[in-house]
């Protein structure tokens, strides 16, 4: 199986900064798609950032300037840089990736238990 844990996330003040990391393990031959997601209670999960193996990004407007995905290939790891940070992208934000199992090459779609971001005004 294939499991994404989430870390860096935690109390800030509005203008503020954190630095998300997702690290992916198990059963993975290859790592495509990674991408960060978040969610509001009562609202529906939402796209944040997201970016492909070949290191193609792509973000929401809303934290368009702010916030910088990347990654790490060799540590399967993929990062959310987030600067000036505002109370409204308080959410819990969630990694994303699609893998390719070791040994059948099946398609898989993982998400990460989530890291709650709260950001103070």
């Known amino acids: 199986q294939v499991q994404l844990v989430e870390s860096g996330g935690g109390l800030v003040q509005a203008g503020g900064s954190l630095r998300l990391s997702c690290a992916a393990s198990?059963?993975?031959?290859?790592?495509?798609?990674m991408g960060w997601y978040r969610q509001v209670p009562g609202k529906q999960r939402e796209l944040v950032a997201t970016?492909?193996?070949?290191?193609?990004?792509n973000y929401a407007d809303s934290v368009k300037g702010r916030f910088t995905i990347s990654r790490d290939n060799a540590k399967k790891t993929v990062y959310l840089q987030m600067n000036s940070l505002k109370p409204e992208d308080t959410a819990v934000y969630h990694c994303?990736?699609?893998?390719?199992?070791?040994?059948?090459?099946?398609?898989?779609?993982?998400w990460g238990q989530g890291t709650l971001v709260a950001v103070a005004s």
């Open positions: 994303n990736a699609d893998v390719l199992i070791a040994f059948t090459a099946r398609p898989l779609n993982a």
């Open positions: 198990g059963s993975i031959f290859r790592l495509n798609a």
């Open positions: 970016t492909t193996s070949g290191g193609s990004t």
